[in-house]
């Protein structure tokens, strides 16, 4: 069981900038492909970007650019730097991990953040 813990959510004006951290407690994060994924009210979760083991990133197109994710393997965290932020951000951010390999154990959701952008 892995427990994820999101943090840094809160209420930011349009054109701003906040910085997401998901805690993964367990010994073993580091072999966890590690998800940002955000549901906006009435919308389906989609996701948003993704982190490796070996730190290789991916991201939706509609955040490329503009949001970034990182990792720290020695503090088991993994962060996502939302820069520009537009109402259309606003949702709730959920971190996600999954075992690397197939059929590994996963996945697992954090509770979430709250992202709010006004406009």
């Known amino acids: 069981q892995v427990e994820l813990v999101e943090s840094g959510g809160g209420l930011v004006q349009s054109g701003g900038s906040l910085k997401l951290s998901c805690a993964g407690y367990t010994s073993i994060f580091s072999v966890y492909v590690i998800a940002w994924y955000r549901q906006a009210p009435g919308k389906q979760r989609e996701l948003v970007a993704t982190?490796?083991?070996?730190?290789?990133?991916n991201y939706a197109d509609s955040v490329k650019g503009r949001f970034t994710i990182s990792r720290d393997h020695a503090r088991n965290t993994v962060s996502l730097q939302m820069n520009t932020l537009k109402p259309e951000h606003t949702a709730v951010y959920y971190c996600?991990?999954?075992?690397?390999?197939?059929?590994?154990?996963?996945?697992?959701w954090g509770p979430g953040t709250q992202v709010t952008v006004s406009s």
């Open positions: 996600h991990a999954q075992h690397y390999s197939t059929g590994g154990p996963g996945p697992y």
């Open positions: 982190v490796t083991p070996g730190i290789s990133t």
